[in-house]
């Protein structure tokens, strides 16, 4: 059965859109947003499941700007990487509580917005390609990304110190995730995730993917990028501490 909640879908509007304008747009650095605030109204697990046929969609749509501007030889590191990580959150898949769920991607959120924050991965000096890096940072983007659809911060850690410029940045990243979620397509399939149900609200939420993702790349180079992300993970940040409250109360 389709979800008919209303808070659902004031949660999951925005959500999607955001996350569009950032696939289009922005590297996917707030691609974390859309389960966090969708989990306020549905679990964790259900939102993720929800997401990911649109996550797809999104790739689709946004990849197409940016055809053949990405960084090859760090892909190649990166794709493996990514295999490891969601395969690791494949096999864990069940061990934690939705409760536990809610409070680690709710700490995802929060120590993501707090290291922007800090500056610490600005802090790092430039860098180039690093098989060693590479592949250990995309193994924490793919299984946070299984876990969530939040691997953008690890992908952000390795990438912007490379400094490349932004389009192929966001080229490469946006390859990065096509592949990573349609591989995830395959786990969540035989894990059960992709009910006609969760299908089905995905469906409804399909024409919004086009309209985040072309905003973004609108928006690429007409506002202000700082006060952007400075709203956007504002909203990410106590989001993210909501999650951890509301799980932590069961442990309380």
């Given at each position: 059965?389709?979800?008919?909640?209303?808070?659902?879908?004031?949660?999951?509007?925005?959500?999607?859109?955001?996350?569009?304008i950032?696939?289009?747009?922005?590297?996917?650095?707030?691609?974390?947003?859309?389960?966090?605030?969708?989990?306020?109204?549905?679990?964790?697990?259900?939102?993720?499941?929800?997401?990911?046929?649109?996550?797809?969609?999104?790739?689709?749509?946004?990849?197409?700007?940016?055809?053949?501007?990405?960084?090859?030889?760090?892909?190649?590191?990166?794709?493996?990487g990514?295999?490891?990580?969601?395969?690791?959150?494949?096999?864990?898949?069940?061990?934690?509580?939705?409760?536990?769920?809610?409070?680690?991607?709710g700490?995802?959120?929060?120590?993501?917005?707090?290291?922007?924050?800090?500056?610490?991965?600005?802090k790092?000096?430039?860098?180039?390609?690093?098989a060693?890096?590479?592949t250990?940072?995309?193994?924490?983007?793919?299984?946070?990304?299984?876990?969530?659809?939040?691997?953008?911060?690890?992908?952000?850690?390795?990438?912007l110190?490379?400094?490349?410029?932004?389009?192929?940045?966001?080229?490469?990243?946006?390859?990065?995730?096509?592949?990573?979620?349609a591989?995830?397509?395959?786990?969540?399939?035989?894990?059960?995730?992709?009910?006609?149900?969760?299908?089905?609200?995905?469906l409804?939420?399909?024409?919004?993917?086009?309209?985040?993702?072309?905003?973004?790349?609108?928006?690429?180079?007409k506002?202000?990028?700082?006060w952007?992300?400075?709203?956007?993970?504002?909203?990410?940040?106590?989001?993210?501490?909501?999650?951890?409250?509301?799980?932590?109360?069961?442990?309380?």
């Amino acid at each position: 059965m389709l979800i008919a909640d209303p808070l659902f879908y004031a949660v999951a509007v925005p959500a999607v859109l955001l996350t569009g304008i950032s696939k289009g747009g922005f590297g996917s650095a707030l691609g974390g947003v859309a389960v966090p605030l969708m989990a306020l109204a549905v679990s964790p697990v259900h939102a993720a499941a929800i997401m990911l046929p649109v996550l797809c969609l999104m790739d689709l749509v946004g990849l197409r700007a940016y055809f053949g501007k990405w960084d090859r030889a760090n892909l190649r590191v990166m794709l493996p990487g990514a295999v490891l990580g969601i395969l690791a959150g494949t096999l864990t898949f069940g061990m934690l509580s939705e409760d536990a769920i809610r409070i680690l991607i709710g700490g995802i959120a929060v120590l993501f917005c707090v290291n922007n924050w800090l500056g610490l991965a600005a802090k790092q000096h430039a860098a180039g390609l690093s098989a060693i890096k590479g592949t250990f940072w995309s193994a924490i983007s793919g299984l946070t990304s299984f876990i969530a659809h939040a691997g953008g911060p690890p992908v952000m850690v390795y990438l912007l110190p490379q400094r490349m410029d932004k389009v192929r940045y966001v080229a490469t990243v946006s390859v990065f995730f096509t592949f990573v979620n349609a591989i995830k397509l395959i786990p969540y399939a035989w894990l059960g995730q992709l009910s006609l149900d969760n299908l089905g609200t995905s469906l409804v939420l399909f024409p919004l993917v086009p309209v985040g993702v072309y905003l973004g790349i609108w928006l690429q180079d007409k506002i202000n990028l700082a006060w952007f992300y400075r709203i956007s993970q504002t909203c990410l940040f106590v989001t993210g501490l909501q999650l951890i409250y509301q799980g932590g109360g069961a442990y309380i």
